[in-house]
């Protein structure tokens, strides 16, 4: 297997270090090199924040260094998302959240980006969003998925009421994700799947629409 681009370690860094300008840069390098921005997204930036989560719980950075490193991220995202290959839309409509009492959104904003690629429309909700709204768009959109997020084990209780109203109420497919998530919950919650990276998610998403259209 070929070594991974040094652009990739690069951007982990530079999110790391909590060095905004180095991250931009090296979006725009791993462009000039030809690295996928997907990749760039998912194994340099994201791999720069979850370090930054291991500093965290080893309690070298606090929440102002983890906000600021998020802020970075985002920066850096800006730069590449652009640039990510975009299949002519005709998928469905997804509509995705994180849960209500959850602020941490770069992971739900990756899925949505790769989502949005692979040609759904995405209808993004944003963070911290409650059942009853999530509700009142998948009708209101008629979306054929959820896609719902969460970062927290406080909130997954948040996320399996979400899943149990939706699915009460709706014939969407919902897909839940998040670190805290695995397979045996998200079947325990009533999910129809679940993913662990935005790829996942996308795959995911293809073969519940594709079942939808059947
Ligand atoms: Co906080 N935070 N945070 N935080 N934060 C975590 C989650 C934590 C694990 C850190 C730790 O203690 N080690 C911990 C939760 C512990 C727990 O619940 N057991 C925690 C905590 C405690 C908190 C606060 C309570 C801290 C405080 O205030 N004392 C507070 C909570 C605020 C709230 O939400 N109510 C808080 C605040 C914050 C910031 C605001 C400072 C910031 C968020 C910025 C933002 O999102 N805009 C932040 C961050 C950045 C983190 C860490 C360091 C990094 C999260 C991240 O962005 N990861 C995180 C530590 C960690 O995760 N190791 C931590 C990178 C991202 C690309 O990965 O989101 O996992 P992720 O997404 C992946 C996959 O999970 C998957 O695909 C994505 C891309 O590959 N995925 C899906 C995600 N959604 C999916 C949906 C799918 C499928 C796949 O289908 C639909």
């Given at each position: 297997?070929?070594a991974?681009?040094?652009?990739?370690e690069?951007?982990?860094?530079?999110?790391?270090?909590?060095d905004?300008?180095?991250?931009v840069?090296?979006?725009g390098?791993a462009?000039?090199a030809g690295?996928?921005?997907?990749?760039?997204?998912?194994a340099g930036?994201?791999?720069?924040?979850?370090?930054v989560?291991?500093r965290f719980?080893?309690?070298?950075?606090?929440?102002?260094?983890?906000?600021?490193?998020g802020?970075?991220?985002?920066a850096?995202?800006?730069?590449l998302?652009?640039h990510?290959?975009?299949?002519?839309d005709?998928?469905g409509?997804?509509v995705?959240?994180v849960?209500e009492?959850d602020?941490?959104?770069?992971g739900?904003n990756?899925?949505?980006?790769?989502?949005?690629a692979?040609?759904?429309?995405?209808?993004d909700?944003?963070?911290?969003?409650?059942a009853?709204r999530?509700?009142?768009?998948?009708?209101?959109e008629r979306?054929?998925l959820v896609?719902l997020?969460?970062?927290?084990?406080?909130?997954?209780?948040?996320?399996a009421?979400t899943?149990?109203?939706?699915k009460?109420?709706?014939?969407?497919?919902v897909l839940?994700?998040?670190a805290p998530?695995?397979?045996a919950f998200?079947?325990?919650i009533?999910a129809?799947g679940t993913?662990?990276?935005?790829a996942?998610?996308?795959?995911l998403?293809r073969?519940f629409a594709?079942?939808?259209?059947?």
């Open positions: 297997m070929d991974p681009p040094p652009v990739l690069d951007l982990a860094r530079s999110v790391l270090e909590l905004r300008e180095g991250a840069r090296a979006a390098e462009l000039l690295v996928p921005p997907e990749t760039a997204i998912t930036l994201a791999e720069g924040m979850r370090r989560g291991e719980a080893a309690k070298v950075y606090f929440v102002p260094e983890v906000l600021v490193a802020r970075i991220f985002y850096a995202m800006e730069v998302a652009p990510v290959a975009r299949q002519p005709a998928a409509t997804m995705c959240a849960v009492g602020f941490h959104d770069i739900k990756i899925v949505k980006l790769m989502v949005e692979a040609g759904f429309r995405v209808v909700l944003g963070k911290n969003v409650p009853e999530i509700l009142e768009a998948v009708e209101r979306a054929d896609g997020s969460t970062l927290m084990t406080p909130t997954l209780d948040r996320m009421r899943v149990k109203i939706l009460e109420r709706t014939s969407a497919a839940v994700g998040g998530v695995d397979r998200a079947a325990k009533g129809d993913a662990p990276d935005a996942g998610a996308v795959a998403a073969e594709g079942r939808r259209r059947r």
